[in-house]
């Protein structure tokens, strides 16, 4: 099992996570973290503390664009180039239409996306997406852009879309939300298995209200894919497993 996307380093699992990679490593083959401007040196830490275990990506989420100034930006940039040999993708970046719907700012959002996209054909690394209310402009700008590989974090667009995403190579990401979603019912049933990737996005999206989500919760998505497609839970988890491996190259580094 892996779970192809989680904060280890954001509060929530932060104060827990020690516990929290323990009660993983019981079970699972590895942990993708993904890490913000606020945090990254703590994530770049916490990954070589759990080196060959947890993975570490580093990206611009339209929020860091939005709280950031271009400087600031450029600074971050220049320190993912620095440590562009400990990350796996460079994520998560995109879009996000849910929580900035002022068209003033679409030019600065895109801005910066590309700019992060060019930073990954840069470095050689995959691309983890945000694309919330936006799947489409960035279905459209990582095409623009010649991009190869990439996943599709969380992705919560319509099925028409899904499918031009997956037929271009791209992957999609299951996330624990999937038993409340019908759009990702649908694709972790529909879609082929070799495309599908699992994650938690912990500490959110928890499937109890009462606890903070963690990543050994990635097996509740794996059963749930199992069963939508009548498959064996075993079946699933080596597809899906095999995928994250070679997406993000993992044991390379």
Known sequence: MIDCHCHLTYPGLREIRENVVKEAEKEMKAIITCGYPKDCVDALEMSKKYSGFVYLTL???PIDIYKMNDDEIEKYLDFIRKHKNDISAIGE??????????????ERFEKFFIQCLDLSKELGLPVLLHTRKAEEDCFRIIQENDIKNAVFHCYGGNLSLAKKIIDSGYYISIATNVMNSKNSKAIAKKFPINRLLTETDSPFLSPNKNEVNRPINVKLVLNSIAELRKMKFEDVDENTTDSAIKFFGLGKK
């Open 93 to 106: 970046i995109g879009l996000d239409k849910h929580w900035f719907k002022d068209k003033k700012d679409d």
């Open 59 to 61: 990206g611009l989420h």
